[in-house]
């Protein structure tokens, strides 16, 4: 895992990336193109982008359906026809080919002029439901809201309202007789922009045969009229038509994880519990109120939801050090946040916020320190993937002492250590300049924020760090060097709170201080100091041979140009397994002038390191569980090295 953000990273990457999604066979798409009254030639490029990037779709596209839908083995495979066509007939071969394969179960998904084509085919108008005939039509391009009406459906279900979504608004459809079409989506056809002054149909899902039909009239896009591309550029458009087809498809839709609202087979060991259940808002309350608000908050398929008003909700139950994580989505161009650590006190609710909002859409999106993910007002993210508004996204909030991180969809976005000189300076610029305890490691409630905007939340759940069994201790004891023992011939000797180790001419091979006592999951922190310089590294979950050699990972301490420092190698094994090369920030990390802060975390497979407060090794790896930790001072002509205050967090596996 490379190419890991920075805390101290100021420009901000966005990449905007599809829902995430379990693993899966890919869907084989068609998109029937090649004719239509509109801007095909830039339509449908478009539409196969949306399925391509969502990573759910093996996308082909014709332009010529007369050919194409004739040959039927062309369609050997097909899950769902996508239809960006209005033109000429595509003859009786192919007509039947297509609808033949829609009545065995291959699905239909009809993008806005579709529903102009092929007057007089009664099958095709069955097939689609709701046309565009004689009297239909539309005002002027303009934005309006989309307003789900029916959430029963896995298109709507979790599908926040589209909001100012550019487009034209069809009104006045058509209904084929003997069409099944069901509105799950509507929008209201104001008078003043042209329309009828009634509620329309924007998304509807039918049937015909065994194939299932997703139908929406919006996605208009002019020839010679670029300005109506916003039409498909839309994140929610793009958002609807991926659900929308993959529905026609298999008759579900991917969205955030798998399985919500549970504890999994590899969390439950390691205490991890749920904050919200899907069903009730047990476990909360409103701020300052003994029970949950009367409005504003709701629990929507699974999914805890919040509209608008009323208040802020935040947990009963306090905790220090924790693990959070939840998936969220929002509507488009809204601004929200989860604050940890809040005290219980008068006034507002004052702790450190992880941002949940739609940076596209709003007007935070060039401050990066209210960007998605950020740490409000104090600390901006690195490199992100953040999903179209309306999917969701899955994060994480660690916090450990004065140590925190937030993570986005898999990635860690930025860390922050409570109290540091960074922090220190950041908060004096801040509005939090007047709490001297902010995001200090004290109790404090989990708060989803009321911003007056639609938020969606579920699989809300947290381990506490600090159970019992969690212990940090020194590993300096006595006068002495007592609890260690050398391997190697170089010196090691304790002054205070320091060892020293140090090597000269004639040492050959490399000399270890190893820990008597092993461990397995734990966070390692010790200051380090290059006295002379060498070449040295920490060893940890390390092992010895018989013939005396130490192996096991090492974190290491590079005092070359090469600049290495704070990656991951595995001594007397396989060699390096995350080195820095790709990495100038990592690199930039180590100062081998003055004192380095190096810490090591060991959570399982999961193996991290930072030096002075920056990630440099993040690496999933299955070779040692348990084992030494050991300072290591390598053969050469010089070298010494200062460890100060070497101590262990043990936590509970």
Same mark, same amino acid.
């Given at each position: 895992?490379?190419?890991?953000?920075?805390?101290?990273?100021?420009?901000?990457?966005?990449? %905007?990336?599809?829902?995430?999604?379990?693993?899966?066979?890919?869907?084989?798409?068609?998109? %029937?193109?090649?004719?239509?009254?509109?801007?095909?030639?830039?339509?449908?490029?478009?539409?196969?982008?949306?399925?391509?990037?969502?990573?759910? $779709?093996?996308?082909?596209?014709?332009?010529?359906?007369?050919?194409?839908?004739?040959?039927?083995?062309?369609?050997?495979?097909?899950?769902?026809?996508?239809?960006?066509?209005?033109?000429?007939?595509?003859?009786? !071969?192919?007509?039947?080919?297509?609808?033949?394969?829609?009545?065995?179960?291959?699905?239909?998904?009809?993008?806005?002029?579709?529903?102009?084509?092929?007057? &007089?085919?009664?099958?095709?108008?069955?097939?689609?439901?709701?046309?565009?005939?004689?009297?239909?039509?539309?005002?002027?391009?303009?934005?309006?809201?989309?307003?789900?009406?029916?959430?029963?459906?896995?298109?709507?279900?979790?599908?926040?309202?589209?909001?100012?979504?550019?487009?034209?608004?069809?009104?006045?459809?058509?209904?084929?007789?003997?069409?099944?079409?069901?509105?799950?989506?509507?929008?209201?056809?104001?008078?003043?922009?042209?329309?009828?002054?009634?509620?329309?149909?924007?998304?509807?899902?039918?049937?015909?045969? !065994?194939?299932?039909?997703?139908?929406?009239?919006?996605?208009?896009?002019?020839?010679?009229?670029?300005?109506?591309?916003?039409?498909?550029?839309?994140?929610?458009?793009?958002?609807?038509?991926?659900?929308?087809?993959?529905?026609?498809?298999?008759?579900?839709?991917?969205? &955030?994880?798998?399985?919500?609202?549970?504890?999994?087979?590899?969390?439950?060991?390691?205490?991890?519990?749920?904050?919200?259940?899907? !069903?009730?808002?047990?476990?909360?309350?409103?701020?300052?109120?003994?029970?949950?608000?009367?409005?504003?908050?709701?629990?929507?398929?699974?999914?805890?939801?919040?509209?608008?008003?009323?208040?802020?909700?935040?947990?009963?139950?306090? $905790?220090?050090?924790?693990?959070?994580?939840?998936?969220?989505?929002?509507?488009?161009?809204?601004?929200?946040?989860?604050?940890?650590?809040?005290?219980?006190?008068?006034?507002?609710?004052?702790?450190?916020?992880?941002?949940?909002?739609?940076?596209?859409?709003?007007?935070?999106?060039?401050?990066?320190?209210?960007?998605?993910?950020?740490?409000?007002?104090?600390?901006?993210?690195?490199?992100?993937?953040?999903?179209?508004?309306?999917?969701?996204?899955?994060?994480?909030?660690?916090?450990?002492?004065?140590?925190?991180?937030?993570?986005?969809?898999?990635?860690?976005?930025?860390?922050?250590?409570?109290?540091?000189?960074?922090?220190?300076?950041?908060?004096?610029?801040?509005?939090?300049?007047?709490?001297?305890?902010?995001?200090?490691?004290?109790?404090?409630?989990?708060?989803?924020?009321?911003?007056?905007?639609?938020?969606?939340?579920?699989?809300?759940?947290?381990?506490?760090?600090?159970?019992?069994?969690?212990?940090?201790?020194?590993?300096?004891?006595?006068?002495?060097?007592?609890?260690?023992?050398?391997?190697?011939?170089?010196?090691?000797?304790?002054? &205070?709170?320091?060892?020293?180790?140090?090597?000269?001419?004639?040492?050959?091979?490399?000399?270890?201080?190893?820990?008597?006592?092993?461990?397995?999951?734990?966070? $390692?922190?010790?200051?380090?100091?290059? !006295?002379?310089?060498?070449?040295?590294?920490?060893?940890?979950?390390?092992?010895?041979?018989?013939? &005396?050699?130490?192996?096991?990972?090492?974190?290491?301490?590079?005092?070359?140009?090469?600049?290495?420092?704070?990656?991951?190698?595995?001594?007397?094994?396989?060699?390096?397994?995350?080195?820095?090369?790709?990495?100038?920030?990592?690199?930039?990390?180590?100062?081998?002038?003055?004192?380095?802060?190096?810490?090591?975390?060991?959570?399982?497979?999961?193996?991290?390191?930072?030096?002075?407060?920056?990630?440099?090794?993040?690496?999933?790896?299955?070779?040692?569980?348990?084992?030494?930790?050991?300072?290591?001072?390598?053969?050469?002509?010089?070298?010494?090295?200062?460890?100060?205050?070497?101590?262990?967090? %043990?936590?509970?596996?």
């Amino acid at each position: 895992m490379r190419h890991l953000p920075r805390c101290l990273t100021l420009c901000v990457l966005i990449s %905007i990336v599809a829902p995430a999604t379990f693993a899966q066979q890919r869907i084989s798409a068609l998109i %029937i193109s090649g004719a239509n009254n509109h801007d095909w030639e830039w339509t449908t490029p478009s539409l196969e982008s949306i399925l391509s990037e969502s990573g759910l $779709f093996d996308v082909r596209v014709t332009y010529e359906p007369s050919v194409t839908l004739a040959d039927a083995a062309e369609l050997e495979g097909v899950e769902v026809f996508v239809l960006d066509y209005n033109g000429p007939d595509w003859g009786e !071969e192919a007509r039947a080919n297509c609808l033949s394969a829609v009545r065995s179960g291959v699905g239909v998904s009809v993008i806005h002029a579709a529903d102009n084509a092929f007057k &007089g085919w009664t099958e095709y108008e069955t097939l689609v439901g709701d046309l565009w005939r004689a009297g239909t039509g539309h005002g002027r391009f303009h934005s309006f809201d989309v307003t789900i009406s029916r959430r029963d459906h896995p298109i709507t279900d979790t599908l926040p309202t589209l909001l100012a979504h550019p487009d034209e608004l069809y009104h006045k459809l058509w209904r084929a007789p003997g069409a099944n079409s069901e509105v799950l989506a509507a929008a209201h056809s104001a008078k003043e922009s042209g329309g009828t002054g009634a509620a329309e149909p924007m998304i509807l899902v039918g049937s015909f045969g !065994e194939g299932r039909m997703f139908r929406t009239p919006l996605g208009h896009v002019w020839r010679g009229a670029g300005d109506s591309h916003a039409s498909h550029l839309d994140p929610q458009f793009r958002n609807l038509v991926v659900r929308g087809t993959e529905w026609a498809a298999t008759g579900r839709v991917t969205d &955030g994880l798998e399985t919500p609202n549970q504890i999994g087979a590899a969390e439950a060991p390691g205490g991890w519990r749920l904050l919200f259940d899907g !069903e009730t808002l047990d476990g909360w309350r409103g701020w300052n109120k003994d029970g949950v608000p009367d409005q504003g908050w709701d629990v929507v398929n699974g999914c805890l939801r919040h509209t608008q008003g009323g208040g802020d909700l935040i947990t009963t139950d306090t $905790f220090t050090d924790f693990e959070l994580a939840f998936e969220w989505k929002v509507a488009r161009g809204v601004n929200s946040g989860v604050k940890y650590r809040v005290p219980a006190r008068k006034g507002g609710p004052l702790g450190p916020e992880y941002q949940i909002l739609d940076d596209p859409g709003t007007t935070e999106s060039g401050n990066p320190l209210s960007a998605a993910a950020a740490l409000y007002a104090m600390i901006p993210t690195g490199d992100r993937r953040l999903t179209h508004a309306g999917a969701f996204n899955q994060s994480r909030i660690l916090c450990r002492g004065n140590h925190i991180e937030h993570w986005l969809n898999g990635t860690l976005v930025l860390t922050a250590e409570v109290g540091s000189e960074d922090w220190e300076a950041r908060r004096a610029r801040s509005k939090f300049s007047k709490d001297a305890d902010f995001a200090t490691a004290q109790p404090g409630h989990v708060l989803l924020q009321d911003h007056g905007g639609e938020v969606w939340y579920r699989s809300i759940r947290l381990r506490e760090l600090d159970t019992p069994g969690t212990q940090e201790i020194s590993l300096l004891s006595g006068e002495g060097l007592e609890g260690w023992r050398v391997v190697g011939v170089a010196t090691y000797r304790r002054e &205070g709170d320091t060892i020293v180790g140090s090597v000269g001419d004639g040492l050959k091979g490399n000399a270890f201080l190893c820990t008597e006592q092993e461990f397995g999951d734990f966070v $390692f922190d010790v200051d380090l100091k290059v !006295e002379a310089v060498g070449n040295s590294g920490i060893q940890f979950r390390s092992h010895q041979k018989d013939n &005396g050699v130490v192996f096991g990972y090492q974190a290491e301490i590079d005092c070359s140009k090469r600049a290495w420092s704070g990656g991951i190698y595995d001594e007397s094994r396989r060699g390096w397994l995350d080195n820095l090369e790709d990495d100038p920030a990592a690199q930039a990390a180590f100062q081998l002038e003055g004192w380095n802060h190096y810490r090591i975390e060991a959570v399982g497979e999961h193996l991290r390191v930072w030096v002075n407060g920056v990630l440099t090794a993040d690496l999933m790896d299955s070779g040692d569980s348990e084992g030494f930790i050991a300072l290591q001072v390598h053969g050469g002509s010089s070298g010494t090295f200062r460890w100060r205050d070497p101590r262990v967090r %043990i936590l509970d596996r």
